[in-house]
């Protein structure tokens, strides 16, 4: 069902989509809009959801889950890169 909403256009361009879109889309300050002017004063606004963002709002919801800290995360990260380097290079 098409919502009909009326916006203002502010300085430098600015215009402010209301909460109620920005929650059903999950889209918040930083996100990226494609604008396509489809011709006849007709605009098509699109959101681009990028895997990285995905792939990072679930790392960060798994992490809140498990009670880890990013902390906890580099040192696990970096003694896995330890073992790996003395298996790989470090001959006996």
């Known amino acids: 069902m098409a919502v009909t909403t009326t916006l203002q256009i502010r300085s430098k361009g600015a215009v402010t989509l209301p909460i109620e879109l920005r929650r059903k889309y999950?889209?918040?300050?930083?996100?990226?809009?494609?604008?396509?002017?489809?011709?006849?004063?007709?605009?098509?606004?699109?959101?681009?959801?990028?895997?990285?963002?995905?792939?990072?709002?679930?790392?960060?919801?798994?992490?809140?889950?498990?009670?880890?800290?990013?902390?906890?995360i580099l040192t696990a990260l970096d003694e896995e890169r330890e073992v790996y380097y003395q298996e790989r290079f470090v001959k006996d």
């Open 26 to 72: 999950g889209l918040g300050e930083g996100d990226i809009i494609t604008l396509i002017d489809l011709g006849e004063g007709s605009l098509l606004l699109t959101p681009i959801v990028t895997q990285v963002n995905r792939l990072g709002d679930r790392i960060t919801k798994a992490m809140a889950e498990e009670g880890v800290s990013m902390d906890e």
